[in-house]
């Protein structure tokens, strides 16, 4: 069955960073796009990247363009959210995405249980 397992969450300090990984399995990975969203306390999903099967194109939220980078090793069924400046108001369970297609943007049909990521001093 289609398992999304995603790690590296924790606590940072304002404008420091943290690298979330998603190890999948239980299908073919490289055939399908993968995305990452989150969800803050009170508030509801919000996405923040995703990228195509191939790695040939990624879309970020305009609240993360510029210090969030998405990538994909498909030999290793994982995909990765390398985030830099981190901002108190990142503060959010993030959960990885397995798209329905490998070129195109929305459209989920598996998640993961989510990783925490807390900003803060």
């Known amino acids: 069955q289609v398992q999304l397992v995603e790690s590296g969450g924790g606590l940072a300090q304002p404008g420091g960073s943290l690298r979330l990984s998603c190890a999948a399995s239980?299908?073919?990975?490289?055939?399908?796009?993968m995305s990452w969203a989150r969800q803050a306390p009170g508030k509801g999903l919000e996405g923040v990247s995703g990228?195509?099967?191939?790695?040939?194109?990624?879309y970020y939220a305009d609240s993360v363009k510029g210090r969030f980078t998405i990538s994909r090793d498909n030999a290793k069924n994982t995909v990765y959210l390398q985030m830099n400046s981190l901002k108190p108001e990142g503060t959010a369970l993030f959960y990885c995405?397995?798209?329905?297609?490998?070129?195109?943007?929305?459209?989920?049909?598996?998640w993961g249980q989510g990783t925490q990521v807390t900003v803060s001093s």
């Open positions: 995405l397995k798209g329905m297609g490998g070129f195109s943007w929305g459209g989920y049909d598996y």
């Open positions: 239980g299908f073919t990975f490289s055939a399908y796009a």
């Open positions: 990228i195509y099967s191939d790695g040939s194109d990624t």
